[in-house]
């Protein structure tokens, strides 16, 4: 087994590229990415403490567990930032209906138009939380899901293709109570170049 190399603090990414997307205002992203960075700021403290913890013999106390526990909703709140990030563009992109992905969607759902339906209703579901398409690496099938807040609802074996976020702090500043405004213009601006690319990724055929 080869270790990886690169054993220092996660770096926040740089989506400022997506400034002027269609839809959404400067001020929405900037505040955005701003709570994203808080999350990979987090995610680096919540290491090193835990590390100390470990090193001092502290690992039976409560400290270690509810921190250990917090982990993964700074982590995922981290990972789902930058996946749902990197799969939108200011260029419009529509799934490539004779790609496998498309293929694979067509034979789950019966159509994309169908899959679409679905993952939008998800997305319109009251409560906050994430709307993901994913791929089971086990299976090979689709799924959308429903996570409620970071860490909660994700499927075992299976990675995320596509993620919206429906929080309020994701559409409010631009569309106050109107989610399902902002989630037309989600679909809008949905890369799917990247979508395909991260099914390509993972074993998807």
Not at 56 to 81: C, Q, S, V
Not at 171 to 179: A, E, N, P, S
Request: net charge neutral; with cysteine; charged share 20%.
């Amino acid at each position: 087994m080869t270790l990886p190399t690169n054993l220092g603090p996660y770096e926040a990414k740089n989506f400022d590229h997506l400034l002027g997307v269609t839809g959404f205002s400067e001020t929405l992203l900037k505040n955005h990415f701003t709570l994203y960075q808080g999350y990979v700021t987090n995610t680096n403290k919540l290491r090193d403490i835990l590390t100390a913890l470990v090193k001092e013999g502290k690992i039976a106390t409560p400290e270690f567990a509810e921190l250990t526990r917090r982990f993964g909703w700074e982590f995922n709140g981290m990972r789902l930032h930058e996946i749902y990030f990197s799969n939108m563009t200011k260029n419009h992109h529509v799934l490539d209906h004779s790609s496998p992905l498309a293929k694979r969607i067509i034979a789950t759902w019966g159509s994309i138009e169908t899959w679409e339906k679905e993952l939008r209703g998800i997305c319109a579901m009251r409560g906050i939380g994430w709307a993901v398409l994913y791929y089971d690496i086990f299976t090979g099938k689709l799924s959308n899901c429903w996570i409620n807040e970071h860490d909660v609802g994700h499927l075992t074996t299976c990675a995320p293709l596509l993620v919206v976020d429906v929080f309020e702090h994701a559409f409010m500043t631009d569309y106050g109570l109107k989610r399902a405004e902002y989630i037309e213009a989600m679909f809008k601006v949905i890369d799917y170049q990247e979508v395909e690319r991260r099914y390509t990724m993972v074993g998807g055929k």
